[in-house]
């Protein structure tokens, strides 16, 4: 518990490169050449993954870029004081203090309380100025383990005696004027979290304010006590992250900003708690509305577009797994049984076993074992695609009402399925019922049936009115519109299935696992429940939307292979990783390209998408599985001609990228300086 910083982590007035990729590097070798890590890229990507989600820079000069890595084996922190400050994305500008927090995946929680409370120290001002006024590796040593409490306690009148008890302060303070109650957290929870908390303490003693934080971090939370939420004035969330119970605020005046908002304004976010606070039509937390929009006053300052796109958003990702994990399922039932297995499998799976393998099956089969092997994973697969409208319904009811609208969601799904409503009558169904719940939770109610609203009444009226309404009046035309649209999807050929391959090309590449590219995707797997060997039109837009969607990543790692010179050193290294992540088809592996260079790498990527979506369709290539890209091969019709579609696309979105890199707003890279090796 004593060595989580030692000397050879150390580095002092050294100039480790232009930029954060640089300066991260270099700590991740430090600690691998220490012997706490199994190697320092893996813990490189990690921690530079993790910085690209959120800037790491923090006010004051100080930067704590952090994770948790598979390659750490022991909990550990690299620090380093730059003669070259570099750019982490304060807003005060480039950080000289850098401390990198590598912590295992498995880390225990006395480790874990340990580097929440360094970061909390790094707030404190009388410890980063006796950081910057460390003569040697082990002052720096001393200071943080006596901040952290691991030494006995240092001579008065020495830096680390300042830093000491800068780092174990308390509030102090007069009577406090209001009462605000904080919650933070961060997709990590290993420093932004805890950072955030000691900021918004700190800002609210200046201004007279008794502020309590809950902190949901990885070194664990302790939940406000209920009396102490009640009797708080507003709540502030600083938050990247769902609140976990968000329901215990429910009441309350509320904002809502990013963690790191916590960080750089916490006085600005107590202001504006105190200000909706005092403002009688200023949002409230709805307990009924929980994660998903969680305010009253929300939806008055949210569009009914804005809500629509994320109610619908929400029902897709939560559908997503079921596809993906069921389309791959029934592609291996396909690799073993053949795909002939679909006459063979309800009977297999019932009448037979291990002990008692299959006699009749199909010629495609590999033998007794592969048809009831392939039986059973064709079954399980399909039996999760059912799930797909119900739980796309289940979850687009969750976004407008939390829990209570989850099962009448998944009823009214199920009516659409059985009525053959399909991919649009899940969408309708679970907003009537998310909707519906919504509308009763905000009714009010006596407090002897306040218990029973979210469990009972509110699934039970919300699925006889939304579920109602799709039998009586709404399944039977949304069925007859889907059966029009499947019988022109079956009759799709030659000019017109070109022209829906480069519409899905474009959505695909536009925004890289987006809305737009989940929309595009979540009508591609809706069309496989409709599909059979008379109507095999969405295996073939399956396989146009799964094509485009490598594209992308595949481009950019060959753009930097051709044109070395026109990406930087960190951009060589996405690269890499890359080609497996669009072999894999896994469109967000451009998105480090397209955020530094959005202008030529979206435009570059939708021409190749749209010349791979339409090349896929006019080679009657199709894709009976949702996902898994190349490694599907198996179940992908026209293999040969798919994987043409695709390398025509890879190469010219590649070209055009070089090209527009190198002629139109032509702006040199900047190269990163070389990494001092490690002492």
Same mark, same amino acid.
């Given at each position: 518990m004593t060595d989580l910083l030692t000397t050879e982590l150390v580095v002092l007035d050294a100039s480790l490169g232009a930029g954060s990729a640089d300066v991260i590097r270099h700590l991740a070798g430090?600690?691998?050449?220490?012997?706490?890590?199994?190697?320092?890229?893996?813990?490189?990507?990690?921690?530079?993954?993790?910085?690209?989600?959120?800037?790491?820079?923090?006010?004051?000069?100080?930067a704590i870029p952090h994770c948790r890595s598979a390659a750490v084996t022991v909990p550990s922190l690299a620090m380093a004081r730059l003669s070259r400050p570099v750019d982490f994305g304060a807003k005060d500008g480039p950080a000289d203090l850098v401390f990198f927090i590598a912590a295992p995946e498995g880390a225990d929680q006395e480790h874990l309380? =340990?580097?929440?409370?360094?970061?909390?120290?790094?707030?404190?001002?009388?410890?980063?100025?006796?950081?910057?006024?460390? @003569?040697?590796?082990?002052?720096?040593?001393?200071?943080?383990?006596?901040?952290?409490? =691991?030494?006995?306690?240092?001579?008065?009148?020495?830096?680390?005696?300042?830093?000491? $008890?800068?780092? @174990? $302060?308390?509030?102090?303070? +007069?009577?406090?004027?209001?009462?605000?109650? $904080?919650?933070?957290?961060?997709?990590?929870?290993?420093?932004?979290?805890?950072?955030?908390?000691? @900021? =918004?303490?700190?800002?609210?003693?200046e201004r007279g304010l008794d502020v309590q934080v809950e902190t949901q971090g990885s070194a664990g939370a302790t939940p406000l006590a209920q009396s102490v939420i009640d009797a708080a004035d507003a709540v502030v969330f600083a938050v990247d992250v769902d609140v976990r119970d968000k329901e215990r605020f429910a009441g309350k005046p509320y904002?809502?900003?990013?963690?790191?908002?916590?960080?750089?304004?916490?006085?600005?976010?107590?202001?504006?708690?105190l200000a909706v606070a005092a403002d009688p039509s200023g949002r409230r937390v709805v307990a009924a509305r929980g994660a998903a929009a969680s305010a009253s006053g929300g939806d008055r300052q949210e569009s009914v577009g804005g809500k629509l796109k994320r109610a619908l958003l929400t029902g897709v990702s939560y559908m997503i797994?079921?596809?993906? +994990?069921?389309?791959?399922?029934?592609?291996?039932?396909?690799?073993?049984?053949?795909?002939?297995?679909?006459?063979?499998?309800?009977?297999?799976?019932?009448?037979?076993?291990?002990?008692?393998?299959?006699t009749e099956f199909g010629s495609q089969a590999w033998g007794p074992l592969g048809a009831y092997l392939g039986a059973v994973l064709f079954k399980i697969g399909a039996l999760s695609m059912g799930f797909l409208v119900p739980a796309l319904a289940g979850y687009i009811a969750y976004a407008f009402a939390d829990r209570p609208g989850i099962a009448?969601?998944?009823?009214?799904?199920?009516?659409?399925?059985?009525?053959?409503?399909?991919?649009?009558?899940?969408?309708?169904? +679970?907003?009537?019922?998310?909707?519906?719940?919504?509308?009763l939770a905000t009714l009010p109610a006596p407090r002897w049936l306040r218990g029973l609203m979210p469990v009972a009444i509110i699934p039970l009226v919300a699925s006889i009115i939304a579920s109602g309404l799709m039998f009586l009046v709404l399944g039977g035309p949304i069925a007859a519109l889907t059966a029009a649209l499947n019988t022109w999807l079956t009759g799709m050929s030659g000019a017109t299935a070109v022209v829906l391959g480069i519409i899905l090309g474009l959505m695909m590449c536009f925004d890289l696992g987006g809305p737009v590219n989940k929309v595009a995707y979540a009508f591609a797997v809706a069309g496989l429940s409709a599909a059979s060997a008379d109507n095999t039109a969405p295996y073939l837009?399956?396989?146009?939307?799964m094509a485009a969607g490598m594209v992308p990543p595949l481009a950019m790692a060959l753009a930097t292979v051709i044109d070395h010179r026109n990406f930087n050193a960190t951009e060589h290294e996405n690269g890499k990783a890359a080609w497996l992540l669009g072999a894999s088809f896994i469109s967000e592996g451009a998105i480090p390209f397209a955020a530094a260079d959005p202008l030529r790498v979206i435009p570059a990527s939708m021409l190749g998408g749209a010349v791979t979506g339409a090349l896929s369709m006019a080679f009657s290539a199709g894709s009976k599985a949702?996902?898994?890209?190349?490694?599907?091969?198996?179940?992908?019709?026209?293999?040969?001609?798919?994987?043409?579609?695709?390398?025509?696309?890879?190469?010219?979105?590649?070209?055009?990228?070089?090209?527009?890199?190198?002629?139109? +707003?032509?702006?040199?890279?900047?190269?990163?300086?070389?990494?001092?090796?490690?002492?």
């Open positions: 430090r600690v691998a050449d220490a012997g706490r890590a199994a190697e320092a890229e893996g813990l490189f990507a990690d921690a530079y993954a993790r910085e690209q989600k959120t800037a790491t820079g923090v006010p004051g000069g100080i309380k =340990l580097l929440a409370k360094l970061a909390r120290s790094l707030i404190k001002k009388d410890f980063t100025a006796a950081l910057r006024a460390a @003569s040697s590796e082990q002052d720096v040593v001393a200071l943080v383990n006596d901040a952290l409490g =691991l030494t006995a306690p240092v001579e008065a009148g020495t830096p680390a005696a300042a830093a000491a $008890a800068a780092a @174990s $302060a308390g509030d102090g303070g +007069g009577r406090p004027l209001k009462k605000i109650v $904080a919650v933070t957290a961060c997709p990590t929870g290993i420093a932004h979290t805890y950072m955030a908390a000691d @900021s =918004l303490v700190a800002a609210g003693k904002v809502q900003s990013p963690v790191k908002r916590g960080i750089d304004e916490p006085g600005v976010m107590l202001d504006e708690a797994p079921f596809v993906a +994990g069921g389309g791959l399922l029934i592609a291996l039932g396909f690799l073993l049984g053949g795909f002939d297995i679909t006459a063979y499998a309800d009977t297999i799976v019932v009448q037979n076993n291990l002990g008692n393998l299959p009448p969601g998944f009823v009214a799904g199920a009516v659409a399925g059985f009525m053959g409503a399909g991919f649009l009558g899940g969408i309708v169904g +679970g907003l009537l019922a998310g909707y519906v719940a919504h509308w837009i399956m396989a146009a939307v949702p996902h898994g890209g190349i490694f599907v091969f198996f179940a992908i019709d026209n293999f040969l001609l798919w994987v043409v579609s695709i390398a025509a696309g890879v190469v010219v979105t590649a070209l055009t990228t070089i090209a527009l890199k190198r002629y139109v +707003g032509r702006k040199a890279p900047v190269a990163a300086e070389p990494v001092p090796a490690a002492a």
